[in-house]
């Protein structure tokens, strides 16, 4: 049995150095990018504690999105009502 292992080895080196090295390639990678969503991730909690004009930019802008998404709901939901009147259809919620 050992020896069957050992001349398959033998007999498959290139692949088995290939699977060991994309092994080391593939961990490699995923170091690499834990390593960047950590640093990431800091510079986010940075920016939350010490504040930044940006961010007030970006949460004025998320409250008129917000509140342009809602009016526009509103005015569709008002849309539906008048059309399923007009066809005498219980509009399904």
């Keep these: ?3 069957q292992a ?3 080895l033998k007999d498959n080196s290139t692949l088995v150095y290939f699977l060991l090295a994309q092994a080391v390639g593939i961990g490699a ?3 690499s990018m834990t390593a960047y969503m950590v640093k990431l991730e800091a510079r986010v909690v940075t920016l939350e ?3 930044s004009p940006h ?3 970006i949460d004025n802008r998320l ?3 917000e509140s342009t998404s809602n009016e526009n709901k509103r005015r569709l ?4 009502n008048i059309m ?3 066809l005498h259809i219980s509009p399904a919620r």
């Design 29 to 31: 990678a995923v170091l």
């Design 49 to 51: 504690t010490r504040g």
């Design 63 to 65: 409250t008129v999105l």
């Design 77 to 80: 939901d008002n849309v539906i």
């Design 84 to 86: 399923t009147k007009e």
């Design 6 to 8: 050992k001349t398959w």
């Design 55 to 57: 961010l007030a930019v």
């Design 1 to 3: 049995m050992v020896e």
